[in-house]
């Protein structure tokens, strides 16, 4: 749908009625973004949601996938219609939001959406992707508002359907293995330290009633000494329990994380290049929660269940009216943690969003502060991250007030309680309704079923709370790994080098035009192919494509006749070397880079590497040699000597094709023939993306991307003995 040319100023369209939310009516649901640039559908995926259409990020991202430029308006109606609803935009100023149909998407900032869920006499309440519920005046929307609003009301195409994805919590156990015998142990010793809690009471009121009244001191050692002996079972029992508990927690985390971690290095690349790694990172994190409940909470919740119904029969018989007390004061205690949930909820959340945040922050200051110095851009990064991490103990102090609440809440309560039971259960023994060491084991199984009842309480809200960390978990385990990774019914071939493209088109998003358009060319086994055109052209993006980095939208990318997702891209990349502009080495020695940290290194094979790309000399004049330490981004080596160790670790492989993005293009130019000239001789396939007119000239044919398309090259200069061809399309 295309965008109007006019905006409409607010009418009379919307009723009274409109403005009306029942009791039990939609709720617009708070869905914060996972990656850099998509606003726009968190917000649709809010409105949509409203209306009874549940569909997450994850769902959308799917059908509308979104590149890190954004979204504009025109592209975010577009996805509406498709979606079943129809937009209408609005150009209106801030105290004229009280006119139009909520909830709406507001232009936020120049380049943001945000959700308009009401207003509220002079201050809107709005849902922001970024940072999340959030009250703004009127006086302080005008700083953020630009202006346009967009309406968004259900078609009668729009479906009411539950279309949310959704991770099972019978995920993170379906598949562990060496964990039921320990939480069987775990819960056969907390059943024994209960049965010892629970005859605890007996001792007092055994003492009292008993051996006190009737002056039976043989009676009172021998209660000493049995319920002695008790404390020592039931500690016992409490070491072991603690220690199975201790190896069932190790064996979770070790076997949930790694799980994850599998899957996570197998996502394909667009999905890291559209996240912050501080968000990553903290959506990795979500694991600790999940485990510490599954091994510690499982099973209190199984054993405090059972006490509480336990001890609240015992109560119960002891005096039922005295029971009624304690009970009216742990529904009144629940009562307020189920009404303050959703507060608690949105807290933790924007909690850990603003810490992924702050943690970005960090990373990014880490990896880019050669750049910070040289800008002389201290203070400002200092200023952001201050403010970041500022933003992060706030949203802390606000988990931490409803904490605090909660505990003043159950103090007072209980507190209350229990000095009405004292009160009644003292006026009944002196009534003789109840004798004073039956009112003393009775305040003992009260404290034991008020404990064990608001155990469960609170692990009720932990239990409604991971779904938190389940949904951060959705974005990692739902998301698809890379097309063509998990073929397992196939046997690896050998890759002969012959690589083609038939018509392949690309773009980054749907709403986004193509970066390469019908591209269709051979290279044939052993060939040099050169690649070049002026930048921006899609000429990165077309080697992605060849490596299975991305996936084309139409056409295909065949190696040796087969396409790549049916080759294998496991068996495909093991056989194949590449150097990329932005490829990272890995903290270790400059032997372990070379070799990718192979586990039974080839010296002579590295050094044989090296000297092809012409580094072996220089490693050699280093103290260390192969044993140099460099870090993550091999600051201790110039451009081209890192170049030049990239080089050498793609031919590590023994790779029948290699790929290079401006491999040699920090080097000089007598370096540079050198090490063509070097590469000439191994007789393998090579796909270079090139500026220089030597490495041009010295491959076998030119192929000239312009414009997402492959243009006719000119004569070249004679200066190589190889053919070359003179206009490429499909060879």
């Excluded at 006019?6 to 869905?31: C, E, T, W, Y």
């Excluded at 959406?113 to 009401?118: I, R």
């Excluded at 979770?252 to 996570?264: E, K, P, T, V, W």
Aim: overall charge neutral.
């Amino acid at each position: 749908m295309a965008l109007r040319a006019a905006f409409q100023p607010p009418g009379s369209h919307v009723s009274v009625l409109d403005k009306v939310h029942f009791l039990g009516g939609p709720r617009l649901p708070m869905i914060l973004q996972s990656e850099a640039a998509e606003c726009g559908l968190a917000c649709l995926a809010m409105v949509a949601t409203y209306h009874g259409h549940e569909i997450d990020l994850i769902g959308l991202r799917r059908q509308f996938s979104i590149s890190l430029k954004g979204t504009t308006l025109k592209d975010v109606l577009t996805i509406a219609q498709q979606i079943g609803m129809m937009g209408r935009g609005l150009r209106l100023e801030p105290t004229q939001l009280k006119d139009i149909k909520t909830p709406c998407i507001l232009h936020w900032d120049m380049n943001h959406f945000v959700v308009l869920k009401e207003m509220r006499g002079r201050s809107i309440v709005v849902h922001d992707p970024a940072s999340g519920i959030r009250t703004y005046t009127l006086a302080e929307s005008g700083r953020h508002f630009t202006g346009i609003a967009l309406e968004l009301t259900p078609t009668e195409t729009f479906e009411i359907k539950k279309a949310a994805a959704r991770l099972p919590l019978s995920t993170f156990w379906a598949k562990l293995t060496g964990t039921r015998r320990a939480l069987a142990q775990a819960l056969v010793l907390s059943i024994v330290m209960q049965i010892v809690v629970l005859a605890s009471p007996f001792y007092m009121q055994l003492v009292v009633d008993d051996a006190i009244m009737k002056g039976d001191s043989g009676l009172l050692t021998a209660l000493a000494v049995g319920f002695t002996l008790l404390l020592i079972i039931n500690a016992a029992a409490n070491w072991l329990r603690a220690q199975v508990l201790l190896f069932l927690g190790s064996a979770l985390n070790f076997q949930m994380s790694a799980g994850l971690f599998n899957h996570l290095v197998r996502l394909p690349l667009d999905w890291f290049e559209k996240r912050h790694t501080g968000d990553i990172i903290s959506r990795f994190g979500a694991t600790t929660p999940i485990q510490n409940l599954f091994s510690q909470g499982l099973i209190g919740a199984l054993v405090d269940g059972g006490m509480a119904i336990l001890t609240l029969v015992m109560i119960l018989i002891y005096s039922p009216s005295l029971s009624l007390v304690v009970l009216g004061a742990l529904l009144l205690y629940a009562l307020i943690r189920a009404i303050f949930y959703r507060a608690l909820r949105q807290s933790q959340e924007e909690m850990i969003e603003a810490q992924a945040k702050e943690s970005t922050t960090f990373i990014e200051t880490a990896r880019a502060i050669q750049s910070i110095k040289i800008f002389g851009a201290e203070s400002d990064r200092e200023a952001l991250w201050q403010n970041r991490h500022a933003n992060a103990i706030s949203k802390a102090i606000r988990q931490n007030r409803l904490n605090i609440g909660f505990r003043t809440a159950n103090q007072l309560l209980y507190g209350l309680e229990n000095v009405l039971v004292v009160y009644l259960g003292a006026r009944a023994a002196m009534s003789g309704a109840m004798s004073v060491g039956m009112l003393y084991a009775f305040m003992s199984y009260k404290t034991q079923f008020l404990e064990k009842a608001t155990a469960l309480i609170e692990m009720a809200i932990q239990y409604r709370m991971l779904d938190l960390y389940v949904s951060r978990l959705s974005d990692i385990a739902l998301t698809e790994k890379e097309a063509g990774y998990d073929e397992k019914r196939l046997i690896a071939r050998e890759l002969q080098g012959t690589i083609e493209l038939k018509d392949v088109s690309f773009r980054y998003a749907a709403t986004e035009p193509e970066i390469l358009s019908e591209i269709a060319f051979r290279v044939e086994s052993g060939e040099f192919v050169a690649i070049t055109g002026p930048s921006g052209g899609g000429k990165t993006t077309l080697l992605k494509l060849m490596l299975g980095l991305f996936s084309p939208k139409t056409g295909s990318v065949l190696v040796d006749g087969i396409p790549l997702g049916h080759f294998g891209l496991q068996s495909f990349r093991a056989q194949i070397g590449v150097v990329m502009q932005e490829d990272h080495m890995l903290s270790g020695s400059l032997a372990e880079n070379i070799s990718f940290f192979d586990a039974r290194p080839d010296l002579d094979w590295m050094r044989e590497c090296a000297t092809t790309a012409g580094i072996d000399g220089e490693i050699m004049a280093m103290p260390m040699n192969y044993n140099t330490l460099v870090g993550d981004t091999g600051t201790t080596l110039s451009g081209g000597q890192r170049q030049r160790v990239l080089l050498a670790r793609a031919l590590y492989r023994r790779p029948r094709i290699l790929f290079m993005d401006e491999g040699t293009s920090n080097l000089d130019l007598d370096k540079e023939r050198e090490v063509n000239h070097a590469l000439a001789k191994l007789k393998i396939t090579r796909v270079v993306i090139a500026h220089r007119p030597d490495t041009i000239r010295a491959a076998d044919r030119v192929i000239t991307l312009q414009e997402g398309q492959v243009v006719p090259v000119p004569d070249l200069p004679v200066g190589n003995s190889r053919s070359r061809a003179g206009a490429l399309g499909a060879a």
